[in-house]
Antibody
Framework: EVQLVESGGGLVQPGGSLRLSCAAS????????MSWVRQAPGKGLEWVSV????????HYADSVKGRFTISRDNSKNTLYLQMNSLRAEDTAVYYC??????????????WGQGTLVTVSS | SYEVTQPPSVSVSPGQTARITCSGD??????AYWYQQKAGQAPVLVIH???ERPSGIPERFSGSSSGTTVTLTISGVQAEDEGDYYC???????????FGGGTKLTVV
């Protein structure tokens, strides 16, 4: 059974940093692209970033480009999202999602339960 | 930046057919995927590659594509189908993923 467990969310001040983690199990982690998707309170889903299985290719939404960095440690079956220069509009539940294949635009066949990031002074 | 557009809300009576559309210029060349999200829960995939239904998803869920519009159809809607539905696709380069704004399905 595929399991994705996010951690690292919390309250941070504007301009601050936070690192999210996603522990994966139940599949061959390095064989699949992984993504972060966020959802602001009461709003829709917003794709944030994707990373290929090897970690060699990454892409970002314009809204986070230059501020967020996605990475993965295939030896630990863990996905990360380093978030810097955080803004109030980054407040959201952040979901870790497994892509159906090792491709940047596939569909998300498994999702974590999400971790809440709140950016506020 | 590229966008796909959904109606904000759709209302149907139990047993009727609900149709939720998603429009975007790149849809003739990029697959669309559909997710159902219930309050407080993570999204669940209900249709992939325009019209394929994952295992475990009821047969009343189907998808179709025509030009720049894809459609999620729920036949014989049940009360448990209430929730938010999102389409997902990619821009013409296939590099950037995009979600529609979501459609709230109400069963009245």
């Amino acid at each position: 059974e595929v399991q994705l467990v996010e951690s690292g969310g919390g309250l941070v001040q504007p301009g601050g940093s936070l690192r999210l983690s996603c522990a994966a199990s139940g599949f061959t982690f390095s064989s699949y692209a992984m993504s972060w998707v966020r959802q602001a309170p009461g709003k829709g889903l917003e794709w944030v970033s994707v990373i290929r299985g090897s970690g060699g290719s990454t892409h970002y939404a314009d809204s986070v480009k230059g501020r967020f960095t996605i990475s993965r440690d295939n030896s630990k079956n863990t996905l990360y999202l380093q978030m810097n220069s955080l803004r109030a509009e980054d407040t959201a539940v952040y979901y870790c999602a497994k892509v159906d294949a090792d491709m940047v635009n596939g569909y998300f066949d498994n999702w974590g339960q999400g971790t809440l990031v709140t950016v506020s002074s | 930046s590229y966008e796909v557009t959904q109606p904000p809300s759709v209302s149907v009576s139990p047993g009727q057919t609900a149709r939720i559309t998603c429009s975007g210029d790149a849809l003739p060349n990029q697959y669309a995927y559909w997710y159902q999200q219930k309050a407080g829960q993570a999204p669940v995939l209900v249709i992939h590659k325009d019209s394929e239904r994952p295992s475990g998803i009821p047969e009343r869920f189907s998808g179709s594509s025509s030009g720049t519009t894809v459609t999620l159809t729920i036949s014989g809607v049940q009360a448990e189908d209430e929730g938010d539905y999102y389409c997902q696709s990619a821009d013409s380069s296939g590099t950037y993923v995009v979600f529609g704004g979501g459609t709230k399905l109400t069963v009245v």
